[in-house]
Structure formats: C-alpha cells, structure tokens
C-alpha cells in the first residue's frame, strides 16, 4: 500500500515537475530564440527561400499553438517575390499527432502584403504558395486549414503588368476534398495591351477531389474597365472548370455575353478549348490596347477558335475572325473574314474582304514568327465591280494587292487596279508600290504616263495626306501639302478634273486654270476655302464662262456632313451666288440630306446656239433620303430664238437646261421651277419674226421632265413669200404630260391684191389643224396660191391641192427655215425683177385652148397689171390693168383676146 501510494506520489511529482518545466521553458526568450531558429531553418531550407524577420510571440506547448509576429519572407535571389504578414498563427493537436501519426496544422496568417513578378502571365509567388500548402518534403505535416485575413498582393513585370488585391481568403483540407474560397474586396490592374480595370471584386472557390485530375472551379468577377466607353466599362466574367464540362464567359452590362470559351479539359498537360464571342469592335480595340478614335471606326467582331495547348510545345490555333458591320466615321465599309491557322508559330490561312465600295476581295497570307516575324499576304477581286453608278466595272483578277512584312521594315508590297468602261470598252489602268511603318504609308504609281505619290501620316490629329501628281512632261499637275502650323494644301490643275469629267460622265468641258483647297483640320474637322485660280470652264451645255470661283467649306467627318458658305461663281456675263449649302451621307456613303440655294444675276445662256438667255433668278436644290427636288424661279431679262416656236425640236429645247448632262444620273427628284419673261422673247427666223411672252413652269423629274404654262404671241408675222400675215393673236398651251405636243390657238390677217385674208390655226403642235379664208372667197388653195406666188387664178392650186397643203403645214410646224446660200443669192440676182411673176395656165380658157402663160406686174400696192398670151394663137393677147382707189373701190380696164376694150368698176360693202 505503501509502495503504491509512493509511486502515485512519484509521478505526480514528475508530472508537476514536467509541468513546470514546460511552463518555464515556453516562457523562456532563450527557448524562443531557438524554437525560432530551427523553424526558420526549416523553413527556409524546405522552401528555398530566406526569412528576414520573424519573431516568436507566444508559444504554447500544452495547446500546441505558435504566433508569431513581423514575418517577412523573400525569394532565393531577393527579387522574383517577397511576402510579409503581421502576425502568423500556428496552431496543431496532440491528439491528431498521436492517432494519425501526423502534424495536423491549422495557421492564419493576419494582415499579409505580397509582391511578386510575373512572367509570361505566371506569377512566380504562386509556385512557393502551392510549395508551403504541400509542405516540407519527407515530413508528417497535413495542412488542415489555413486563413488569411486582411491582405494584400501586388504584381508586376517590368514592361507593362500591374495590378493589386485586397483579398480574405479560407483553405480547408479533408480526407476526400480540398476547398479553397476567396474573396477579393478591391483590385485594381492595368496593362499595356488591355489597358485599366478598376473595383475589381471577386469570389472564386477552388474544389479538390480525391481521384481527379481536374479541380472544380468556380469564379465570379466584376470590374470597371476604364478604357472603355463609359455604358460599357462594367465587366462581368464568371468561370465554371470541371471534369466534365469548363466555360469561361466575358460580358458587360450593356453589351451582354462578349466572349465565350468552351472546352474538356481532363488533364492540365492537355487541354483543348473552344473559344467564341461576338462583341463591338471598339471593345476589341480598347482591350487590345489600340486606343484609336472609335467615334471613326465602328462595328461587331465575331469569332471562333479551337485552342490546344500542350506543355513544351506551342500553342495551336484553329478558326475564324470576322469583323462586320464595318464603319469608318459613321460611312459603311463592308466586312473582313480572317481565317486563323497557328502551327510551330506559323499562321497562314484565307482572307477575304466585302467591301463596301470596292467589291468582293479575296486572298492568303503567310506568317512565321520565328523568322524575324516575316510574313506575306495577296489579295484579288474576285468578281467586277461597279464603279459608283457610273458605266465603269473594275476587273476582276487583274485588280490585286501584294504585300509582304518584317519587324524591321514593316509593309512593303505591290498594286495593280484596271478600270473598263461598259459602253465604248476602253480601258484604264494604274500600278505602283506601297510601304508602311505603321505611322506613315507611302504610295508610288503610276496612270498612264503619269506618276504620283501619295504620302499618308497618322498622328494625333488624324490621318493626314501629302502627295503630288506629275505628268509625262514632268509638269506637277496636282499637289497636297500640310505646312508647319498645320495647314493643309492641294492644288489640282483642271486638266485632271477635265480627264475625269470625260472618262467618267464622257461630258468635254473646256477651261484651264487649277482649284486651291486650303485650310485646317483638327478634330475630325477641315475648315478652309475653295478657289479657282487663273481659270476659264466651260459651263455645261452653254457657251458662258466660269472666269472666278470662291466658297468657304467645312468638312466633318464625324458628323458625315459637308459645308459651303459665302459661295461665289463669276461667269463671262452673269454671277451666281449660294449664302450656305448643306450635304450630308449616310452610313453607305450615299447622299442623304442637301440644302442649296442658288442665285443667279443677269446669267448669259446659249443653248445649240439658237436659244439665247440672260437670266436671273433662285433656285433650290434639296434632297432627304430617297426624295430630291428642285425648285425657284427663273426670270428671263432678254432672250432671243432662231428657231421655229411651232416646231418639236423647240419644244423639247425647253427642258433642256433641266436635264442632267450625265450618261447616268446618280438620283431622281421632283421639279418645279416656273419661268418667265421680264420682256418678251424675240423670235426671228426666215418666216416668224415676233416677240413672246414665256409663263412656263417646269414639272416632272429631273430625269422626265415637263412643261406646263403658256407662250404668248403679242406681235409679229408670218412671212409668205408674195405678202405677208400679221399675228392677232397666238398662244402655246403647254399641259403635262403632252409636253411636246402643245396646243395651239392662232390668228393672222393680211391684204394680197384686192383680198382680205386670215390664217386660223388650232389643234397641237404635232396635230395642228390649218383653215384659210379670204373675202371675197377664195378657196383654201387659191388662197395658199395667192400667199405664195401673188395670184389666185394660177393652175397650181387645180393640180396640186395635197402638195400645196403639206407644204404648208412643213413651213408652219417644221424645224428651222433657214434661207439657204442658193436662196439668197437668187434673191439678190432677181431683186430688181420682184415685182414681176410669171403665171402658167394649164385649163383651156374661153373655148380658144393651148398652153397659156401670164405676166404679172405689181407697181405698188395700189397699181396692178396683167399680160396673158396664149402660145398656141398668137394673135391671142390679153391685157388687164387694176387700180385700187381704196379698200372696197377697184377700177379695171381690160383689152381682151378680141382686141375689145372695157372697162369695170369693183365696189364692195360691208354689213
């Protein structure tokens, strides 16, 4: 009993004693100074890596827990990372030691802050993290759990990465899982290629199951991403990983799902994963850090990539890059196909281009990254192309682009374009070469016989051009030119603007002199002027002058819109003005809105050179989408006619001035443009000399156009050969749509012999409907007889009704009576004989028969006189002598064929 109860005593004496000493001994700064040692032996061995500072704080056996305080840690060569923390708990069970045969460790780190660099997107903390959670080689250490609080972790490289996390984040280790669940507070990072993201907040849990390969990922991020516009700088990313399906999703607020990535991947050494997104292309840009204007370049890329990546080789690439909807300031320019095909750090594949102005083009490139990134690439046009609405087609095949590129010279490459017109099949081509350093392009080739170089810089106010044109006699046709303070240049000598009008409107304008534009752009904006120098055009289709020419213009581009203010045109004879003009395009580069006023002042016109006008007026031009018109009023101060009023060929001249010159009009719009007479029109040609009064309105399109209004006849004549009829009244009714066609109303009187006569005309211009009448009557063909050779009783009025009518309505209604050189000059050579007329008979007069003829011989209006003779007898002789005491008294003396004499005595009354 005894012996039990000493021994009891015993080890209760050890164990008070052992106690004690732990007590002391956990205490103890000497013990901690070499409980510190040892652990950062160890630690440092085990992780390759040097401790600068730790110090014990606490340490307690009995719980097996250990804080310590001021732990700074840094990589093997002081560089690659560094993490501190102010405090680091460590806490293990004696009981988990003794039943698993393990040191089971549960540590919180407090207040951690961590740098590292990054290398090819690996940071290189990560590999002593994943070291530390594995734990010293050869030892029974199980990490049962680990907590960091309140830290910190900053990146970066040396050129471009930045970034820094403020993150909590739980490790817990069991038997079957390992989870681990962070959170990051506020992040911020920035990159040269894909720029700023700020209030980055995340959560991600990471989940580790026995047996796989693969852990389960789950993570969801948001941040602002400052280099985007402002609706669309909220990123959302969320990625799901796991062994059977993986997804990774980029979107935004306002634009939705961007990017997309889909892939299995059963193995990190193997992974294949398909990529696709859509998103607008100044998204792509601003994330791959190209920060143009995205006010200038618009529209959606679309992809989709296969990606295998395998340890130690290159990464392969497979798929298609498409960017459509393409814009450049709001002007459409079609859409880009690029398919990718990456191998041993060589891409190659198709390339084809749906230009919106220039057609379908197609083509390969080549490009090796090793070989000092050397690549070479072709395009072609496919198929021909419409140039504009315009009968030019640009070839297809024999239109190419090739090009090749290095890191040290950047592009250089070749160009071939070939232009054939539909209709006359000639043909017009140029070639040249091109380099570019991704600043500056350079353009050289040649037209014809003709060279130019084509400058282009891009800086920060845009893209600017300077060039020159030369023709084969070395004389500079055209330059552009931008000065020291920013001043931009360009001349061009009208001879370029003439070639261009005839090979692409086939319309000849003669002129000479050169066009100055000048002026400054900044902003997306050019504000200059507008100027003819020294010059003389032609002003299509007359024959007046363009002598001076001046406007001041704003182009801007962002806006799409064209202005001229303050626009001077100074003809030979006449001005015309324009106070402001407005043009604007639409997304195709197409005309969608104008506003322009014209004013034209004492304008001389010429049309065919029969057709002269001086003109002053305002018209307006406009035109919103799909509808154009033209408006104003014409007044015309002096004008004089050569041709023939009742004719077609004069009708259809009218709405000549209103017709565009072009072989094909771009547009159609309505026309309502009234014109009239200030004075009447003087027309004279060889049988109308009269003055008229115009009250036209000009309706229609501009490709149909037509008339509607009156032409008044206020005086004239109709000059008959032998007398001739005066005007009393006439008009010309223009009604749509017999434009050509007009109706007429006309009445002329005159006096031949002894007769009153009067020409009434009515019907239309192609249908006209001609009665004469005379008192004392006459019939319709003695009457036309009369008018054209001063006597009624001829015989051609018997024996040529029909012919005599035609005739007629040729003289009234047909084209130009020009008097011919023979005309006059048997005028001339018988002016002393025209009184006198000779008259055949071919009628057997008073029983006698025989072929007859009559002398007829006008001494003056009063004074007649008349010899006939038949030729068969003789003997057969009249003679007849009139004289007219007035209008209704007629005296005549007559020696018959029987050698009688008499007399008659004429008088007419009037009721």
Known sequence: MIRRSFVFNLLIALLVGGFITLLVMQNDDRFKQKCQVALVNLFEQAFDCHVLSAHINKLNIFSGSIIIDSVSVVAQDSVSWRW???????????????????????????????????????????????????????????????????????????????????????????????????????????????????????????????????????????????????????????????????????????????????????????????????????????????????????????????????????????????????????????????????????????????????????????????????????????????????????QSHETMINCSYDNQSGMNGSYAFKMMHDKNESSYQTHGNFQSDGKKIQLDGVYNNDTYQIVTLIDNEGIVCTGSYVDEKNKTLGTIERAADGAITSTIDYSVLRLLFEQLFNIRVKGQGSITLHGYYHDSRFDGSLAMNNGTIQLVPTYNFINDFKTEMCLDFSARKVTFQNAFMKLHEGSMKCARAVCMLDKDGAVSFVHMPLVMEKMFLNFEKDCFMVVSGATIFSKTNDHAAITGRIIVDKSQLKKNLFSLVTSKQFVAPFKIPFEQTVFDGKLDVAVMTRKPMSIKTSFLDS?????????????????????????????????????????????PPHTFDPEITLVAKGRARHFDLSLRIGGSVQHPHISFESTPPLTEEQIITLLLIGSESGSFSLIMPTLIMNNMQHILFGPEQSTSKLETYFKSLLAPLKNIRIVPSFTDQSGRGGLRGAIEIDVNDQLHGLIQKNFSQLEDTKFEVEYLLSDDLTVRGIKDEHNDLGGEVEMRWKF
Request: net charge neutral; hydrophobic share 40%.
């Open 84 to 394: 501190q923390a102010h405090e680091v708990k460590i806490k293990t069970s004696w009981l988990y030691l003794i039943f698993k045969k393990k040191i089971g460790l549960e540590i919180t780190l407090n207040e951690i802050f961590a740098s590292s660099l990054v290398e090819k997107q690996h940071p290189k903390i990560v590999d002593h993290v994943l070291r530390m959670i594995d734990g010293p080689p050869g030892m029974p250490i199980d990490l049962r759990s680990l907590k960091i609080a309140q830290s910190t972790l900053q990146l970066n490289n040396s050129e471009s990465f930045n970034a820094q996390l403020t993150f909590n984040a739980q490790l817990s280790n069991g038997p079957e899982q390992i989870k681990l669940v962070c959170y990051i507070d506020e992040g911020m990072c920035s990159d040269n290629c894909f720029g700023a993201i700020e209030n980055v907040q995340a959560t991600c849990i990471v989940e580790k199951y026995a047996g796989k390969k693969i852990p389960h990922i789950t993570c969801s991020v948001q941040g602002q991403c400052l280099q985007l516009p402002s609706a669309a700088q909220q990123i959302l990313a969320q990625v799901r990983i796991n062994d059977k399906e993986s997804t990774i999703v980029i979107g935004s607020k306002s634009h939705g799902e961007l990017i997309k990535a889909r892939g299995l991947i059963r193995d990190l050494n193997n992974m294949q994963i398909e990529v696709a997104g859509e998103m607008p292309l100044e998204l792509l840009t601003r994330f791959c850090g190209q920060y143009i204007d995205t006010d200038a370049i618009q529209g959606i890329a679309q992809g989709k990539m296969e990606i295998k990546a395998v340890p130690g080789k290159e990464i392969e690439l497979n798929g298609s890059v498409q960017l459509r909807d393409l814009n450049y300031r709001a002007m459409r320019l079609g859409s880009f196909t690029l398919d990718v095909q990456r191998m041993n750090c060589v891409w190659q594949g198709n390339v084809q281009m749906d230009a919106a102005f220039g057609g379908l083009w197609k083509g390969t490139y080549h490009f090796d990254e090793k070989k000092k990134q050397q690549g070479t690439g072709t395009l072609f046009l496919d198929q021909p192309h419409q140039l504009g609405t315009t009968a030019f087609y640009v």
């Open 691 to 735: 003055d008229a009064a115009i009250d036209l309105r000009i309706k229609g399109t501009i490709k149909d156009p037509l008339v509607a209004g009156t032409i008044s006849l206020s005086r004239g004549t109709l000059a008959f050969p032998y007398k001739p009829l005066h005007i009393m009244h006439g008009k010309l009714y223009f009604v």
